[in-house]
């Protein structure tokens, strides 16, 4: 008898690299007990929900600027979550902040992918190319990529993983945006959803502990 496969929502507002990073790692084997099981996106022109459907995979919209507020926002995409049965939600460049009404119902069952070292350039604002902007701003000569999770308060979750990259001299905001997508989250952001799949991955005291 085969194991019964975590459902797994992706949760996308533009290009959809990262989810396609998921596309792969899943084509090739490579996410654990875990299944693509439907991709959302808060935006309807999204490039991530071709990338879905060119692979299959449901794909829901449910636009942010159709809410007033965050709270009945929030409610709507618990709502979504519920419904679709999920054991997993992975933001993969999601650009909404969702409030407790989802954080609670699914506390340490969602995970972020973020552009950066967290506690370094993170939090409200920190999105996207801003982040590495304010990175080369500072000048700092190590950057990298962390995933997380997910908790009401933005980027502030138990880290999962990390990895660094380096900053190169002449960097623009879109190199070095580049470079990390693909040195670190195109690689670690798979690799945690394995992990997570996997059920290798506890919290403990407000940190992970990572089974491997
Ligand atoms: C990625 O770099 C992701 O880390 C970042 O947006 C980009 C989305 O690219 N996310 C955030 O900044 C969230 N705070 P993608 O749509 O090609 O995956």
């Known amino acids: 008898m085969t194991e019964k496969k975590a459902k797994i929502a992706v949760l996308v ?3 959809g690299t990262n989810l396609q990073a998921l596309i792969d790692a899943q084509n090739r084997g490579e996410l654990g007990n875990g299944e693509i099981t439907c991709v959302i996106s808060s935006k309807s022109d999204a490039y991530a929900l071709e990338r879905a459907k060119n692979n299959g995979i449901k794909t829901r919209i449910l636009i942010r600027k159709d809410f007033t507020d965050i709270a009945s926002y929030s409610r709507a995409m618990r709502d979504i979550l519920i419904e679709e049965k999920v054991d997993l939600i992975v933001y993969a460049g999601f650009m909404t902040i969702l409030d407790e009404n989802v954080c609670d119902a699914f506390q340490n069952k969602m995970i ?8 370094s350039f993170c939090g409200k604002g920190f999105y996207g190319l801003h982040v590495h902007e304010e990175a080369l701003k500072k000048g700092v000569k190590v950057s990298g990529a962390t995933v997380h999770f997910v908790t009401a308060e933005c980027d502030a979750g138990p880290i999962i993983l990390q990895k660094a990259v380096d900053v190169l001299e002449n960097d623009t905001p879109e190199t ?4 990390i997508m693909e040195q670190a ?9 394995q992990l997570f799949c996997d059920g ?3 919290v403990e005291n407000g940190r992970t502990v990572i089974d491997e």
Do not use: C
């Open 13 to 15: 507002s533009g290009g």
């Open 112 to 119: 972020n992918v973020h552009p950066a070292l967290i506690p």
């Open 176 to 179: 070095l945006q580049k470079r």
């Open 185 to 193: 989250e195109w690689k670690i952001l798979p690799k945690a959803v």
């Open 200 to 202: 290798k991955i506890t």
